[in-house]
């Protein structure tokens, strides 16, 4: 199944299990791929048949912003369920990197992929 993917897509977040982190944002980095068939929007040129990377990432950080929660497992599964709910993806692999907030790491995060990968119907 073809995919588009949106790397290194960075929203500040009210995160965190700490009184601290409930007072500041914090910058989470995302990367999502999502399964598409493209072959319409090739065919046609017409950005209404295709997964509109533009629109995903503004859904994302929308959504981020507006959500305060304590785990980063309750964001990137409520986040993954918004997307899939909001334009329809069959399957989507999201990554969600916490940077800096263990001095010894670069990141730390969870990789979480929801949905079903389809076998592509149709001349290949
Ligand atoms: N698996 C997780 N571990 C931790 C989380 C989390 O969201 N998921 N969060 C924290 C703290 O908020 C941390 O980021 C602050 O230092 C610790 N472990």
């Known amino acids: 199944m073809d995919k588009v993917f949106i790397h290194g897509l960075r ?8 009184d601290w982190e409930k007072q ?6 995302f990367d999502l ?6 072959r319409v929007a090739a065919a046609t040129d017409d950005l209404m048949h295709a997964l509109n990377y533009q629109a ?3 859904f994302v950080e929308t959504f981020v912003r507006e959500q305060h929660f304590q785990l980063l497992e309750s964001l990137i599964e409520r986040l993954a369920e918004a997307l899939r709910n909001e334009f329809g993806m069959p399957w989507i692999g999201v990554r969600v990197e916490k940077p800096a907030v263990v001095p010894q790491s670069r ?18």
């Open 33 to 38: 791929e999502m399964a598409w068939d493209i």
């Open 107 to 124: 990141a730390v995060g969870l990789y979480i992929e929801r949905g079903e990968l389809v076998a592509a119907a149709g001349n290949c």
């Open 11 to 18: 929203v500040d977040a009210v995160i965190g299990v700490y």
């Open 56 to 58: 995903v990432s503004e």
């Open 24 to 29: 500041v944002r914090q910058p989470l980095v």
